[in-house]
Nanobody, 117 residues
Framework: QVQLVESGGGLVQPGGSLRLSCATS????????INWVRQAPGKGLEWVSR????????YYSDSVKGRFTISRDNAKKTVYLQMNSVKSEDTAVYYC??????????WGKGTLVTVSS
């Protein structure tokens, strides 16, 4: 079955860095775009970043542009989110999700990122 499993979250100080991973299985990975989406405590879902099937085209929300980098390794069926210069407002549960028909049909369970000194 289709699975997406996030990892790499944790506690990081403001200005620090963290790399999230999204390991996938159960589908032809290099046929799908992948999104990163986050949910801060008490807030709604916020789209963060998207990557196309070969990793050439990447997209970012204004809130993370210039600080986060999305990438993928099709051989490992994994997507990454490199988070640099993190801020307290980046504190959230981060989800990866498979893009399908303009939406997202499968999601991981998320990994918590806490930015605090």
């Amino acid at each position: 079955q289709v699975q997406l499993v996030e990892s790499g979250g944790g506690l990081v100080q403001p200005g620090g860095s963290l790399r999230l991973s999204c390991a996938t299985s159960g589908f032809t990975f290099n046929n799908y775009w992948i999104n990163w989406v986050r949910q801060a405590p008490g807030k709604g879902l916020e789209w963060v970043s998207r990557i196309n099937i070969d990793g050439v085209n990447t997209y970012y929300s204004d809130s993370v542009k210039g600080r986060f980098t999305i990438s993928r390794d099709n051989a490992k069926k994994t997507v990454y989110l490199q988070m640099n210069s993190v801020k307290s407002e980046d504190t959230a549960v981060y989800y990866c999700a498979r893009v399908y028909m303009g939406g997202m049909d499968y999601w991981g369970k998320g990994t918590l990122v806490t930015v605090s000194s």
